[in-house]
């Protein structure tokens, strides 16, 4: 009884005791589920693209992040270091279409799977040979305060990752929508051949596509690299881009926003008012209840394609 | 026949040149390493094991290895991973098993039964299982010079003497923020014994290996709760993630104090100024003030044979030079009773436990102000003199403050032989003698 009572009515009444709390925890849900939302954004690219699933993101992340940092370390400025590891981004990207992708058209996406799966080691591997494994502090004048409006506290820095992110995604959205490259992205993802036999230059859409992930890539980089410094843990955060891919649905940039939004808050009010229940630590689990739930309803997420398949 | 006594003449006195070489001893002191250079913990990793590494190095190039045997060591990655670790413990313990310090509590407690079965000593400096400090039951497993029980009172006594005394403990509220692993569970049988005792309460936080980088929920309600102090058992990006999260909430960073896995510039660098006035525990000096860096910089990095340069003198590094010093210092021990020559697993067990690092050896290894003094017992394998000193971040660099904290011995070490007593009959174990 006493069970049901912790659960199901203690955590409200403590809700109702002190909403400003529970507003400062659905804030910080909200500001936690946008920075994962701009680690998912980069799955959400390649699979739009490729139906592949890129377990290499969160390499790129880092691989990124270590470029950038690292060129900075080197005395370069923000705005030179900036572009230029986009460059190497996109040079990545045309030597994984060249070298991987180019090879394994028209094959089974696990195939596809796999090969990234190789990216993601070589990644590691290659970007402590560069860069090695030493933390490196990454200021780029993000600000690190906080705001409080009485007892509510908001951090400057979310409040930032949230801006550019919103910007990100609405960038992103227009380009696949409306712009012919994006529309090409779209068939390409559908069908390979068939995209191929109406002339959609498969390898240049792959080129774009990876170059696109990779520039996501860096700006999740830059924001989880200030906040935690750049370090090989940055290439673990995908997994918290897992249940908001599955909530989202993964060929969705704005279900990656959403479904983020919704993982950030629902796990934050969920080891906060039910965790102690629990021993605590129950967001790393509860993340993914929580897309099972929503799964149940929408089995391909919230904005996902549905998949029709005819006899 | 005339052939035959000139080769036999020559072979003799090839045989009584070599026979007259004072110190070089055949063979080599072959050690394993399992080190983690990837993965999310390898800032860590790569600081400790160069440290390690360039110790070995130093004793090879200074002095011709230890008594004239070469030290010979092989790495095997480990990532961190408790699986990996025994996998490479298998894969290693046949050629170069002769003491294994594997810098991680999953893989210390792993791999316990397997090094006592195979007769080698596991070296776990200030981690691994607690109650392998009563050497009766644990006779190859080795955690001087002070264990996390030791460690977790020692940081308690601390703040008392920052409130003004023991007394002060009472009614006071302290968070606990710890990695969901065994390294950071073991000190919680041992907070729970100290809160009953001296009347504290203190709230877990647990923080999932696979979130480290995520810990808004932990420090809202921190925010909410507003202990006294913080006390930190992390390791990785667990501590740059709490050491900002603290920070951003505006918490008291005098108040916030990490034990000494969560106490090195990989842990502040990320959060610079913003962690200044951080505290942690500590079991050996930082810096690279001591005679040993001179020759460090002799007959290593100037030869240019150092693992991390950039490492040298940050905590982690000299933790990694301290760890391999008492190994040697161990072997050295073991020579003595059984000769100049590469030393077994079980000669080495011997001289750990009849290691006496005395002040005077300290400074002989340039070493004075590094690391205190350590005597290791057949039944005390955690050493006499278990403790804390205590450092704080300026923004720049680490300080040591205040004098060396003991440890509480006489709570910590009768439960310490009480776990182990129910672990000896969990396993069958008889205790052995050590009178």
């Given amino acids: 009884m006493d069970m049901l009572y912790n659960i199901l009515i203690a955590p409200f009444l403590e809700i109702a005791k002190s909403p400003s709390f529970f507003a400062e925890v659905v804030i910080g849900g909200l500001m936690s589920g946008v920075m994962y939302s701009l680690v998912a954004l980069g799955f959400v690219l390649i699979f739009k693209a490729s139906g592949v699933f890129n377990f290499a993101q969160g390499v790129m992340v880092l691989f990124a992040a270590l470029n950038f940092s690292g060129l900075l370390d080197a005395g370069l400025s923000i705005w030179l270091a900036f572009p230029l590891t986009v460059l190497i981004m996109v040079l990545l990207a045309w030597c994984i279409e060249r070298l991987v992708l180019s090879k394994l058209v028209n094959q089974q996406d696990i195939i596809l799977f796999m090969a990234t799966i190789g990216i993601g080691y070589f990644l590691q591997g290659f970007g402590e040979f560069l860069w090695t494994g030493n933390v490196r502090k990454l200021d780029v004048g993000i600000p690190q305060d906080a705001w409080f409006f009485g007892d509510i506290m908001i951090q400057q820095s979310d409040v930032f990752a949230a801006v550019v992110a919103g910007i990100l995604v609405i960038v992103l959205a227009l380009f696949f929508q409306y712009t012919r490259i994006g529309r090409a992205l779209r068939a390409v993802a559908d069908d390979h051949q068939a995209a191929m036999t109406v002339g959609i230059p498969l390898r240049s859409i792959w080129l774009i596509v990876w170059s696109v992930a990779g520039f996501v890539a860096l700006v999740a980089g830059i924001m989880w690299g200030s906040r935690v410094g750049v370090q090989f843990s940055l290439s673990v955060i995908a997994l918290k881009a897992l249940p908001v891919l599955i909530l989202g649905g993964f060929t969705s940039v704005p279900g990656a926003i959403i479904g983020g939004l919704i993982i950030g808050v629902g796990e934050k009010v969920a080891e906060i008012y039910w965790g102690p229940l629990f021993g605590g630590a129950i967001e790393e689990w509860f993340a993914y209840i929580l897309a099972m739930l929503f799964l149940f309803f929408r089995p391909q997420g919230l904005f996902g394609e549905r998949i029709i398949e005819r006899v | 026949m005339k052939k035959f006594v000139t080769s036999a003449l020559a072979a003799t006195l090839v045989a009584g040149s070599v026979l007259a070489t004072p110190v070089m001893a055949a063979g080599t002191q072959n050690i394993p390493l399992l080190v983690y250079r990837t993965g999310p913990y390898a800032a860590n990793g790569i600081a400790i094991f160069a440290g390690m590494i360039d110790y070995f190095k130093l004793v090879n190039n200074r002095d011709g290895g230890i008594n004239g045997v070469k030290i010979k060591y092989t790495e095997c990655e480990t990532g961190y991973k408790t699986d990996r670790g025994v996998e490479c413990y298998d894969r290693t313990k046949d050629e170069y098993g002769s003491i294994y310090s594997p810098v991680s509590t999953g893989i210390t407690y792993a791999i316990i039964d397997k090094a006592t079965h195979d007769k080698i000593p596991v070296f776990s400096m200030g981690y691994g299982r607690t109650s392998a400090a009563d050497g009766r039951v644990f006779p190859y ?129 990320a959060a610079g100024m913003l962690a200044k006035g951080y505290k942690s525990a500590a079991m050996h000096g930082t810096g690279k003030n001591y005679p040993v860096y001179t020759d460090l910089k002799k007959y290593v990095y100037d030869t240019k044979q150092a693992d991390n340069l950039a490492s040298a003198g940050d905590v982690l590094y000299n933790r990694g030079l301290v760890n391999s010093a008492y190994v040697v210092e161990a072997i050295r021990t073991a020579m003595k009773k059984f000769g100049n020559k590469p030393m077994t697993g079980e000669q080495i067990r011997w001289g750990m436990e009849n290691l006496d690092v005395t002040a005077a050896r300290i400074k002989e290894l340039g070493m004075t102000g590094l690391t205190p003094p350590v005597k290791v017992s057949c039944a005390n394998h955690e050493g006499n003199n278990p403790g804390i000193f205590v450092q704080q971040w300026d923004g720049t660099k680490w300080h040591m403050i205040g004098d060396f904290i003991p440890a509480m011995s006489d709570i910590v070490r009768p439960i310490v032989e009480q776990e182990a007593a129910k672990y000896a009959k969990e396993k069958g174990i008889t205790p052995r003698s050590c009178s």
């Fill in chain 2, 141 to 269: 497993i080795f955690n001087f010079p002070s264990t996390y029980w030791s460690q977790a009172t020692a940081i308690i006594r601390y703040i008392a003497k920052d409130l003004g005394g023991m007394d002060k403990l009472k009614g006071k509220n302290f968070a606990f923020i710890y990695l969901d692993h065994p390294y950071g569970k073991e000190p919680i049988p041992f907070l729970d014994i100290m809160a009953k005792k001296f009347g504290f309460t203190y709230d877990k936080y647990p923080v999932p290996t696979t979130s480290m980088t995520e810990q808004k929920s932990i420090w809202l309600q921190i925010r909410r709760t507003k202990p006294d102090y913080a006390i930190m058992w992390g390791w990785g990006a667990m501590n740059p993630t709490a050491i900002k999260e603290a920070a951003s909430i505006h918490f008291p960073m005098d108040h916030f104090i990490g034990n000494w896995w969560s106490g090195s510039e990989v842990d502040v660098k």
